[in-house]
């Protein structure tokens, strides 16, 4: 490690150890399920990895940066994989031979970000979507690109089977439509159809299935004629869905119970569903073989990280096809129930050591804002515990799982809402006598209400931690990716219209007020949050002598993705938190 002033620059690839369990995720079947492809990060890295279904006999992929989706095409003969050069935000997609050969880029060139990649089934062509202004056909036979939509904040969803067509995603975060669009030049406006953002065609193409968002709570519904039938709704958020290629059978994951999953396959004649039994609490990625008969999942919980799971299409013979035991000894948390100040209901997960209270307590404040708390793997929150300090990951308004109106209840000014949830959540833990001494820290979104609270209410705390957290909104909407800030607008507010209010809402324009030690993370190469967020607050901390420290990763972005990245910063953390806290 180098130390240059207060600055720890950690090298790529350096870690004194390495305690973070690789995980696996983002399945995809072969057509007949016979294997599975994934993401895994067990060699040090996240790449591709190929394991017939039943077996433990594994061989990895190589390409050129780390991976974080794959899909295999409905014939057979090619992966295709979502790239992070860097780190950074910016996406590749790369196509590859499941033996691994023949693989080469086909899309996110350059500056360019591509995302969103979906096989049309039967066919050999690829979509996606670059720069969330262009969606994209690659015949993968002849290698031809052909545009199909162009403009501002769009997403291709799936093309119908003639190819006449288009399910775009249009719209910026929290406003996003589904919407039927024709590549036709000569073509009508698109079709609106509902608020959404996951859509397909039936095989046919005679009906579409959307996540719909028109209602409080997402629903799976089916759009024929202009008649929308719910297939999937209830007091609880469909959270994804995937419907089998011959468009008998759909999986359908529910978010329930503050953040845990539940699994139905449901016929799509008869409407009938049959539950999943999950084997920990909290799953993912779903995605089905191109013949139907095996599902694919992701599940973890505490102490287990990403496995890989299947079963068949009615949801019988169930199991782990590259997954971890859960951890011996592993806190599962307890789901808490707190008033905010104006009187709404918040939820968090409450990790305690064992033993009486109050223990020093670190509240954790997820990204997004959209994201959710969940109770999955978290190798930092279970490293605290054994040092015997508490963590409480609560889900402050804005979060999702709740309904549209709670993920909607921190847009623009209605933020300060969001900033005062975070002193309800201290006051809550007190008063039950949970906490003592408390800490607070989050990531991206929840590195800035982290600098937000500290700023607001220094009082409340002994230390806390800065992780790729945005200081300044005009700072990150001059320096962050187009297309985040081009969707962000509806979420923070304009950087012109609102700049008054965003400069309010900057924590560093007050940071003189943080009392209390603050260590500061980023990675190098951010784009989302670029690193002038993290070095601003850093320069300003210095300036006055504050008791501080900066975490930087060079070769990360947003996320930090190499195993001994992440085992370097949850120890730093761990240490940094037990130093002040005890």
Not at 199 to 207: E, H, K, L, N
Not at 556 to 574: F, I, M, Q
């Amino acid at each position: 490690m180098l130390h240059r002033d207060d600055v720890a620059v950690l090298p790529a690839g350096f870690a004194r150890l390495t305690s973070e369990i690789a995980g696996n995720w983002s399945p995809a079947l072969s057509p007949d399920g016979r294997h599975v492809a994934y993401v895994s990060d067990r060699g040090g890295a996240p790449a591709v990895w190929v394991q017939p279904v039943g077996s433990e006999l594994t061989f990895q992929v190589a390409l050129p940066h780390p991976v974080n989706a794959v899909a295999w095409s409905s014939g057979g003969g090619w992966l295709a994989c979502q790239a992070a050069p860097g780190g950074a935000p910016r996406q590749e997609v790369w196509l590859v031979r499941p033996d691994g050969s023949d693989p080469h880029q086909v899309a996110g060139f350059g500056t360019d970000t591509a995302d969103n990649m979906r096989w049309l089934p039967g066919r050999p062509v690829l979509a996606l979507t670059e720069n969330l202004t262009t969606a994209i056909l690659i015949d993968v036979v002849t290698g031809e690109r052909s545009v199909i939509a162009s403009g501002p904040l769009i997403s291709l969803c799936d093309v119908d089977p003639t190819g006449e067509c288009a399910l775009l995603r249009h719209g910026p975060r929290g406003a996003r439509r589904i919407v039927l669009h024709s590549p036709e030049p000569a073509a009508s406006e698109p079709v609106d159809l509902v608020p959404g953002q996951e859509a397909v065609f039936s095989p046919g193409g005679g009906c579409v299935y959307a996540r719909s968002e028109d209602e409080e709570f997402p629903a799976l519904v089916r759009i024929a004629d202009g008649v929308v039938e719910r297939i999937a709704a209830g007091p609880a958020e469909v959270e994804a869905f995937a419907v089998t290629a011959d468009g008998q059978t759909a999986a359908v994951l529910w978010n329930v119970n503050g953040g845990e999953s539940a699994l139905e396959l449901i016929d799509l004649t008869s409407l009938e569903a049959v539950p999943v039994a999950l084997p920990d609490a909290v799953a993912a990625g779903l995605s089905w073989s191109f013949d139907g008969s095996v599902l694919a999942f992701t599940v973890e919980g505490p102490g287990r990280p990403h496995g890989v799971w299947a079963c068949d299409r009615d949801g019988g013979n169930l199991r782990a096809i590259a997954a971890e035991a859960p951890a011996p000894g592993a806190v599962r948390p307890t789901l808490e129930k707190v008033t905010a100040h104006d009187g709404l209901a918040l939820t968090g997960w409450l990790f305690a050591p064992s033993g009486p209270g109050p223990h020093p307590t670190v509240i954790w404040l997820h990204g997004g804002p959209e994201a959710q708390e969940r109770p999955g793997h978290g190798p930092l929150f279970q490293s605290l515990v054994q040092r015997g300090i508490a963590v409480f990951a609560p889900n402050v308004r804005g979060s999702s799982g709740f309904g549209r109106a709670y993920v909607d209840a921190d847009n623009l000014a209605l933020r300060y809402g969001a900033i005062e949830d975070v002193r309800s959540c201290v006051r809550y833990l007190r008063d039950s006598r949970i906490a003592g001494a408390v800490g607070v820290m989050g990531r991206s979104y929840g590195g800035y209400l982290t600098l937000a609270a500290m700023t607001g209410f220094p009082e409340l705390f002994a230390v806390g931690i800065d992780v790729c957290g945005m200081a300044d909104f005009a700072t990150f909407y001059e320096h962050t990716e187009p297309w985040i800030a081009a969707a962000a607008v509806s979420k923070y507010g304009d950087p012109v219209a609102d700049a008054a209010l965003l400069r309010d809402l900057s924590p560093i324009h007050r940071i003189d007020r943080i009392a209390a030690p603050l260590m500061v993370v980023h990675g190098e190469n951010d784009t989302n949050v670029p690193v002038i967020e993290a070095e601003q607050v850093v320069a300003a901390l210095r300036e006055r002598g504050a008791p501080h420290r900066y975490l930087l990763f060079p070769g990360e972005g947003h996320e930090l993705l190499h195993r001994t990245a992440r085992a370097t910063y949850l120890r730093e953390t761990v240490d940094w938190l037990t130093a002040h806290l005890h």
